[in-house]
């Protein structure tokens, strides 16, 4: 992983610096936008009780959430805090979108840095050149693409959204003594598992995510403010989600691209969308994925409906 994410940093040097159509606040300079400790996360609109009617919160978490990307079935969570490091846009622009994503996984109780500059695990990159960036990255190191099979590779890498996330996961057991092990399909460590076995419910086992490469192709994505744009990727950086091309059954940023959603889309982070992400971080991560759907779901509704 380490010569991975070195391949990857001299990669960002000669990455194609994508133009923004966004105009800076007035009287900002763009090189010059805040931290993380200057951006806050306004709350949303919560959603209506028609919104929130039936089971729409149920079909909310399943259309949107992907377990696959893990070697045991699970949603994974964050196990290490949050560093983000974005590039290919002015340094301005790199830092803002840096800041939002780390402002947004702090509101979702993802684990959180105590120490500058940190580590990134969360890389950011627009390119003009997306498939060319991706295919030269697996053709060195498969792993970039998180856990799937040989047979996988060619429909993983392949850019079909404006915006992607491939995640690195791993898993390790409770009461481990052989600590965590990254997700490989090809027979490597397993996690040893010593004091607790599974069940038809617990599978003795927490899922992490390690680290997220999300590619932003520069052609598509013009035109839509920095900020829409920052939320969308923070969505699909700090979670498993399955894009879909219609409309959620509630209001989420990820309408924002989704081709076939011909209703006003919203144009930043939505009420369901934190409630999701923040219950991610915060139910029983040992669950098999029917369970985590059901935890989230009761989580999210709670949340949603200021219980």
């Not at 399943?62 to 002015?90: F, I």
């Not at 402002?103 to 050149?129: E, Y």
């Not at 617990?202 to 490469?213: A, C, E, I, M």
């Not at 052609?219 to 969308?232: C, E, F, R, T």
């Amino acid at each position: 992983m380490k010569s991975l994410w070195l391949r990857l940093a001299v990669t960002f040097i000669f990455a194609n610096k994508v133009a923004w159509s966004q105009v800076p606040p007035s009287g900002s300079s763009v090189d010059a936008w805040p931290s993380m400790d200057e951006v806050t996360v306004i709350a949303p609109r919560p959603p209506t009780a028609g919104e929130l009617g039936g089971d729409s919160v149920a079909r909310f978490v399943t259309s949107h959430s992907n377990p696959l990307d893990t070697a045991v079935g699970q949603l994974a969570h964050w196990k290490n805090a949050v560093c983000v490091e974005t590039s290919g846009l002015s340094p301005g622009f790199n830092n803002f979108v840096s800041a939002r994503i780390e402002a947004i996984a702090a509101a979702v109780k993802a684990p959180q840095q105590t120490r500058t500059p940190c580590k990134p695990n969360i890389h950011v990159i627009f390119t003009t050149q997306p498939q060319k960036f991706i295919d030269d990255q697996v053709k060195s190191d498969p792993a970039i693409l998180g856990f799937h099979y040989m047979a996988q590779v060619k429909n993983l890498k392949n850019i079909d959204h404006p915006v992607q996330a491939w995640h690195v996961t791993g898993r390790e057991a409770d009461g481990s003594v052989g600590g965590l092990a990254i997700d490989d399909a090809w027979g490597g460590p397993m996690i040893n598992q010593t004091t607790r076995l599974a069940t038809r419910i617990k599978l003795g086992v927490q899922s992490y995510v390690l680290s997220t490469l999300v590619l932003v192709d520069g052609n598509k994505v013009l035109g839509y403010p920095i900020g829409s744009i920052s939320d969308y990727i923070a969505m699909i950086a700090l979670s498993q989600i399955r894009l879909t091309d219609g409309c959620g059954v509630l209001p989420s940023i990820l309408d924002l691209m989704a081709t076939a959603c011909t209703r006003e889309k919203s144009q930043s982070i939505t009420a369901a969308d934190l409630a999701y992400l923040k219950s991610i971080n915060t139910v029983g991560q040992e669950l098999d994925y029917s369970m985590q759907k059901v935890a989230i779901e009761v989580k999210m509704r709670q949340q949603l409906e200021g219980r």
